[in-house]
């Protein structure tokens, strides 16, 4: 119950923070803005987000997840529902920042609820069940969004992932408890980990990776309506079954979660081809470990 609970609140979250590009169309035509400014004012709620999640994160650990991910839930529905009722641009803008602000709670608190409830060996399958919330808000707000544009314009649209947000954080408030807290032991002083320069080639490159897919998801659907005359309708659908878990497969058949993005060292390709060969002329082999590498690749993990 603990893990529905949260993979709910965190999938209601990402249809209101992640499902304003959806409305795009009817937001440029009822406001006439450039495409600039209106994707500027659909991406608000991530600012908001950004801003707080460390703040967030600090409130959990001194109040607990339960008040922290309620105060969210409701504090971003109330935004959501002020935002379609606000007249004039700004203060749109402003709401959906608010409801950014307030939706950060549920991912800097949530991923620890469920944690909390579950063994170390279920924590992988829990938090694997939990990140299908993000896919599944932003499925949701592909499929109902566009609709509800059509029929009320893009502020009654905003309606929707409000709702969703009040349901959820109703549903936090009666049935979501505080995992137990460990004892406090005693921890020895250790160095930072960012001393390691492989671990911010790691984060670079996972920025390198999202940058385009929020890109995509932002403006796929404004250039298939503007540029291509597809139905907003049709259009969310399709952008609903573009988002698959082959990324995902193809992570867990390499031999780990950077396989597919790593390739070979000195050619670029995946070791998987046929058409890869190292300087050395060998291919990578296939081993109990994952992939053999000829020579000295891959490299060492010291920096």
């Known amino acids: 119950m603990i893990l529905g609970v949260a993979v709910a609140a965190q999938a209601a979250m990402s249809a209101l923070v992640y499902g304003p590009p959806f409305v795009l169309p009817q937001l440029r035509a009822e406001e006439g803005l450039s495409l600039t400014e209106a994707s500027t004012l659909v991406v608000a709620p991530m600012l908001g987000m950004l801003l707080t999640m460390i703040v967030w994160g600090a409130l959990a650990d001194r109040f607990g997840e339960r008040l922290v991910m309620t105060v969210g839930m409701l504090g971003s529905a109330a935004a959501g529902f002020a935002a379609a009722q606000v007249p004039g641009v700004v203060g749109l803008a402003v709401l959906l920042t608010v409801?950014?602000?307030?939706?950060?709670?549920?991912?800097?608190?949530?991923?620890?609820?469920?944690?909390?409830?579950f063994d170390v060996s279920e924590r992988g399958l829990a938090m694997g069940i939990r990140q299908t919330c993000t896919p599944l808000g932003v499925g949701i707000a592909a499929l109902t969004l566009p609709p509800a544009a059509?029929?009320?314009?893009?502020?009654?649209?905003?309606?929707?992932?409000?709702?969703?947000?009040?349901?959820?954080?109703?549903?936090?408030?009666?049935?979501?408890?505080?995992?137990?807290?460990?004892e406090k032991r005693h921890v020895e002083a250790t160095g930072s980990?960012?001393?390691?320069?492989?671990?911010?080639?790691?984060?670079?490159?996972?920025?390198?990776l999202v940058g385009p897919q929020f890109i995509?998801?932002?403006?796929?659907?404004?250039?298939?309506?503007?540029?291509?005359?597809?139905?907003?309708?049709?259009?969310?659908?399709?952008?609903?079954?573009?988002?698959?878990?082959?990324?995902?497969?193809?992570?867990?058949?390499?031999?780990?979660?950077?396989?597919?993005?790593a390739g070979c060292g000195p050619c670029g390709?995946?070791?998987?081809?046929?058409?890869?060969?190292?300087?050395?002329?060998?291919?990578?082999?296939?081993?109990?470990?994952?992939?053999?590498?000829?020579?000295?690749?891959?490299?060492?993990?010291?920096?």
């Open 269 to 303: 390709r995946s070791p998987r081809s046929r058409g890869c060969r190292c300087c050395c002329g060998r291919s990578a082999t296939p081993s109990r470990r994952g992939w053999r590498w000829p020579g000295s690749w891959p490299p060492s993990s010291s920096p």
């Open 150 to 182: 059509v029929a009320w314009g893009y502020r009654g649209a905003l309606v929707v992932p409000a709702v969703l947000c009040l349901l959820a954080g109703i549903a936090v408030a009666v049935l979501l408890k505080n995992p137990p807290r460990p």
């Open 99 to 117: 409801a950014g602000l307030f939706s950060a709670s549920i991912s800097a608190a949530s991923g620890r609820a469920v944690l909390g409830w």
């Open 193 to 208: 980990p960012y001393r390691v320069a492989r671990l911010w080639r790691v984060h670079a490159a996972s920025a390198l």
């Open 216 to 261: 995509a998801s932002t403006f796929a659907l404004t250039y298939l309506v503007a540029q291509q005359g597809w139905d907003a309708v049709a259009a969310g659908r399709w952008s609903r079954s573009c988002r698959s878990s082959a990324p995902g497969r193809a992570s867990s058949r390499a031999s780990g979660p950077t396989g597919p993005a």
